[in-house]
């Protein structure tokens, strides 16, 4: 199983970015697909879920401002920043669960700075 993650990169405060996550090597349509993030010297956090059945669950401080999708049928999974804040910069992973094992992408860099 490979996940590859794609769409960081260094953005102005108030701005927009889209991270997109291609899962391949097993179908994650009836498991968990999400983005985590680690920002220097912090632990690594969870940002955005989504179960297989559609729920969602986002952490607190990017409630309003982040969507995550997935299409199931490409094995894929976005989170769409928009609003980006300085204390959101940080490494997003993404990552893809099923039956009880849980796959991680390398991570993609998202730099939010003036």
């Known amino acids: 199983v490979q996940l590859q993650a794609s769409g960081g990169g260094l953005v102005q405060p108030g701005g927009s970015l889209r991270l997109s996550c291609a899962a391949s090597?097993?179908?994650?349509?009836?498991?968990?697909m999400g983005w985590y993030r680690q920002a220097p010297g912090k632990q690594r956090e969870l940002v955005a879920i989504?179960?297989?059945?559609?729920?969602?669950n986002y952490v607190d401080s990017v409630k309003s401002r982040f969507t995550i999708s997935r299409d199931n049928a490409k094995n894929t999974v976005s989170l769409q920043m928009n609003t980006l804040k300085p204390e959101d910069t940080a490494v997003y992973y993404c990552?893809?669960?099923?039956?009880?094992?849980?796959?991680w992408g390398k991570g993609t860099q998202v730099t939010v700075s003036s």
């Open positions: 990552l893809a669960g099923l039956s009880g094992m849980n796959y």
């Open positions: 090597g097993r179908s994650f349509s009836g498991g968990i």
């Open positions: 989504m179960l297989g059945g559609g729920s969602t």
